[in-house]
């Protein structure tokens, strides 16, 4: 029998994580000393104003405490075909995700047999719109992280193309309700009407920021600074880097002037490059007189020769990194090993992450690279399957206990040994002394599974990190929190948002368009091809506003008000 969550009659669903130290779900019942059954009804799961498809309020699926159905479906001896989309890494280790040796496993353990189909990784997007469109659906596909449905994932259950799941995931995914039943999680799950449309990667607890600003560590010590935390100490660093050390570009632009992804500096002026929340409100960032401030910034550090001077004509800014150009630059925790293997001075090279600088002492800014707990690659079940209740049982399967060790590290006794209560990679993974001689990158998804629809425990990478020279002042975790702990994400929208197909149709026009000016006049603001003053900001907000920037808020508005309302 799998094991269920259920919780202390005097704890939050959240008080139970914590005391559970972030374990998978099943490892919190260990810790229970009492526990509510109630008509499978689980204490604090959902909000009751969930709607269905029809729109109708309805109680938020719970996990069931009546498993006959789940229990008594016999799925060994069947067969799926499933669409599969393959990463070019992920194509040289094999043709056909079926011959991936965790797939094999998965097999023996369920008796069900998958044929996998996986298009090209040149062109994922086209492809995964041709195969919906035709309607020769297989029984399962999985979208790529940055693929979706055009009108999302409601209108493709209105157009007869995905299944709606709720009913056949509370017969046959006890271990999926149970790994999304937190409400902050089950609403990501969820669509805006309150469907389940699909299975996603859920992670046992949402990983920190793995993105932001990035120091030379060996300058800065070379120069006798610290770490900056504001803008004026982030301004004296460049200075003295150009100054005291020749570097001919201190810091490293985007060729669009920002960086969307890192924050690096936008946000110390409570802005981003997109919409973002302000207390409930949805607000566009380059509209915003933030964003003035911003430009305002960048533009006299770029007089000053802080910022890299070719930034708007250059694609790649490694080079800058590794022959020691640059000294500040937005970068994620696992490539400093590439740069400092790269790097002309590599016996010297030395980076470390800095906080998200804000313009006070102390002050926590209110963006980041965020991370959620539901992850990339929704798999949904498909209108032609034709035993759809047999596709919900086997994807749920990689929600379970069994599978998540099978998933997360392999064979016991051969790719992992129990240590303390807790699962330890062996040299199989550790020394590459598997039987493809794979290292981890690789072997992570030949043996394990690297992406689709599990239950992920991603630290369990943090390994190939621990006992690297590059790490032993700052490791990768430390990195990851540095960035985490200096912004308190708060101002970011959902990853989840949806719109409706008639709001993602208007807002795909106004969209193309806005981003391409806001890019060009962001560019033309720091070099100054264009003087930014009253009038010209004046005239570019103006010209934002005819172009339809608060038709798509209003489209933004409406997608952030449906989710607060699931």
């Known amino acids: 029998m799998l094991k269920m969550l259920y919780l202390p009659v005097d704890k939050t669903l959240e008080e139970v994580i914590i005391m559970a130290g972030k374990k998978p779900y099943w490892r919190i019942a260990a810790l229970l000393a009492a526990v509510v059954m109630a008509g499978g009804a689980m204490q604090g799961c959902g909000n009751e104003e969930q709607t269905s498809s029809a729109g109708n309020a309805t109680d938020p699926i719970s996990v069931p405490s009546d498993l006959s159905d789940y229990e008594a479906l016999d799925i060994s001896g069947a067969t799926l075909t499933y669409w599969f989309p393959m990463w070019a890494n992920e194509a040289e280790v094999a043709q056909n995700v079926g011959e991936y040796e965790i ?5 023996e353990k369920t008796g069900v047999h998958v044929e996998f189909t996986s298009p090209p990784s040149t062109d994922i997007t086209q492809a995964f719109m041709t195969l919906v469109a035709s309607k020769d659906l297989p029984d399962i596909i999985m979208q790529e992280y940055y693929v979706e449905y055009p009108g999302g994932p409601d209108k493709a259950i209105e157009d007869g193309v995905y299944l709606r799941l709720n009913e056949l995931m509370e017969k046959y995914a006890p271990n999926y309700l149970a790994a999304i039943s937190d409400p902050d999680v089950y609403k990501q799950a969820v669509t805006d009407t309150g469907n389940l449309y699909c299975f996603s990667m859920v992670d046992t607890y949402a990983q920190p920021a793995y993105y932001g600003p990035m120091y030379r560590r060996d300058w800065l010590d070379k120069l006798g600074l610290e ?21 001919a570009a201190p810091m490293l ?26 207390n ?17 910034t960048m533009a006299q550090w770029y007089s000053e020769g802080l910022i890299d001077p070719e930034f708007p004509t250059k694609t790649d800014t490694t080079n800058d990194i590794t022959t020691d150009k640059a000294g ?31 313009l006070t002492e102390g002050e926590k800014v209110a963006f980041r690279q965020t991370n959620n707990v539901i992850q990339q690659n929704h798999t949904a079940v498909t209108t032609a399957c034709e035993t759809p209740e047999i596709a919900v049982k086997w994807l749920d399967y990689k929600y379970s206990e069994e599978a998540y060790y099978l998933c997360n590290y392999g064979i016991e006794g051969e790719s992992y ?27 992570q998804y030949y043996y394990l599974i690297g992406k689709g629809p599990f239950l992920r425990n991603w630290a369990r990478e943090m390994f190939t990190y621990e006992g690297q020279p590059l790490y032993e002042k700052q490791s990768a975790m430390d990195m990851m929190n540095t960035w985490e702990n200096s912004s308190t994400g708060e101002a970011i929208l959902p990853a989840a948002l949806t719109q409706t197909a008639e709001e993602g149709e208007a807002l795909n026009v106004i969209q193309s368009d806005v981003n391409t000016y806001v890019n060009q006049q962001t560019v033309a603001f720091i070099t100054g091809q264009q003087e930014l003053n009253d009038d010209t900001w004046n005239e570019y907000v103006e ?13 933004k508005q409406a997608a952030f008000d449906r989710y607060q309302n699931r």
């Open 103 to 107: 797939y094999k496993r998965i097999e």
């Open 227 to 247: 770490v900056p935390t504001t803008m004026d100490e982030v301004h004296d660093v460049l200075t003295a880097f150009k100054n005291e050390l020749g570097a």
């Open 253 to 278: 632009l985007p060729q669009n002037g920002y960086d969307g992804s890192g924050y690096m500096l936008m946000s110390a002026y409570g802005v981003n490059n997109t919409y973002y929340n302000d």
């Open 280 to 296: 409930g409100t949805v607000k566009f960032g380059p509209a915003q007189d933030g964003w003035r401030q911003y430009l305002e």
């Open 328 to 358: 500040m630059w937005v970068g994620n925790f696992w490539s400093p090993t590439t740069w400092k293997a790269q790097s002309v001075s590599s016996d010297e090279f030395e980076v470390v992450a800095g906080p998200y600088a804000s």
């Open 417 to 443: 040994i129990m240590v303390d209560g807790e699962p330890q990679y062996t040299e199989f993974f550790t020394e590459n002394k598997n039987p493809k001689g794979f290292p981890y990158a690789t072997a």
């Open 543 to 555: 010209t934002l506003n005819r172009m339809g920037i608060e038709e798509a808020i209003s489209y």
